[in-house]
């Protein structure tokens, strides 16, 4: 077994939540007789916030390649960047050992389902989503539906302020569920949620549409890779909802 490192950034609990994730997947293959190799560094610092929050993909980039250094210097043979926020950056680092994208875990999910239009749901900018964009092309995906501005960054605060931090009520589950109705009525026929907290929101919905966790499909690729095994012998986490060929919704709330 390959040792995989997992730089975070948006929280301490975003490398715990892969860690779990891989794991809780290695006892479900092999028993509790095997463990997995892992580093975790966490880069959650000002510097790295105020990058993001400024836009400067160059300084961004230059604190990932730092961190992703230091897990390879500690034993890592491939990285993989435990938040959707910081693809884009990483996507341009220049490393001596593979990167393993969450766009392309996604993407082949999506291939395998024959998904082609789909809604991206927790991204937190334009530049997030555009990349988000162009790497789904690659297979197949005709269509990303994304949410309105006003709507994005509605889950964004949601996220940071209350999903994160446990806390999920009525009115987030309601808001919540209201976005993802409106993608699907924009045409897309299958949700993607990049953020683990926003399935906190959805777990009391009947799913009108399937959805995939970004970071959950992230950690089996990453654990596949790290045992040699084929891609095709991946589970696809869903929730397919028996409603969903159904003329009318009846899991989602109004404004």
């Known amino acids: 077994m390959k040792s995989l490192g997992l730089l975070g950034a948006d929280s301490v609990d975003a490398t715990a939540v892969y860690g779990g994730l891989l794991a809780g997947e290695m006892r479900h293959r092999f028993g509790h007789g095997r463990n997995i190799r892992l580093v975790m560094l966490n880069l959650q610092t000002p510097e790295l916030a105020a990058a993001l929050t400024q836009q400067d993909f160059s300084a961004t980039g230059e604190l990932l390649s730092l961190g992703a250094k230091q897990l390879v210097t500690l034993g890592a043979t491939a990285v993989v960047v435990c938040t959707s926020r910081l693809q884009p950056a990483a996507a341009r680092l220049a490393l001596d050992v593979p990167l393993l994208s969450m766009t392309d875990a996604v993407g082949a999910a999506l291939q395998t389902l024959r998904l082609k239009r789909v809604g991206l749901v927790g991204a937190t900018s334009t530049n997030e989503e555009a990349h988000w964009r162009k790497c789904l092309a690659r297979?197949?995906?005709?269509?990303?539906?994304?949410?309105?501005?006003?709507?994005?960054?509605?889950?964004?605060?949601?996220?940071?302020?209350?999903?994160?931090?446990?806390?999920?009520?009525?009115?987030?589950?309601?808001?919540?569920?209201?976005?993802?109705?409106?993608?699907?009525?924009?045409?897309?026929?299958?949700?993607?949620?990049?953020?683990?907290?926003?399935?906190?929101?959805?777990?009391?919905?009947?799913?009108?549409?399937?959805?995939?966790?970004?970071?959950?499909?992230?950690?089996?690729?990453?654990?596949?890779?790290?045992?040699?095994?084929?891609?095709?012998?991946?589970?696809?986490?869903?929730?397919?909802?028996?409603?969903?060929?159904?003329?009318?919704?009846?899991?989602?709330?109004?404004?």
């Not at 569920?177 to 993607?192: D, E, K, P, T, W």
């Open 139 to 255: 297979y197949q995906v005709i269509d990303l539906f994304v949410p309105v501005l006003r709507d994005r960054e509605h889950l964004a605060y949601l996220t940071i302020e209350e999903l994160q931090q446990g806390v999920v009520n009525q009115t987030t589950r309601a808001d919540v569920g209201r976005i993802v109705y409106s993608l699907r009525q924009a045409g897309a026929r299958a949700i993607v949620l990049v953020s683990p907290a926003l399935g906190l929101a959805l777990s009391h919905h009947d799913p009108v549409l399937p959805v995939l966790d970004a970071t959950e499909l992230h950690a089996l690729a990453a654990l596949d890779w790290s045992l040699n095994a084929t891609a095709t012998s991946l589970p696809i986490p869903l929730r397919k909802s028996p409603r969903e060929k159904r003329p009318r919704n009846h899991a989602t709330t109004q404004d």
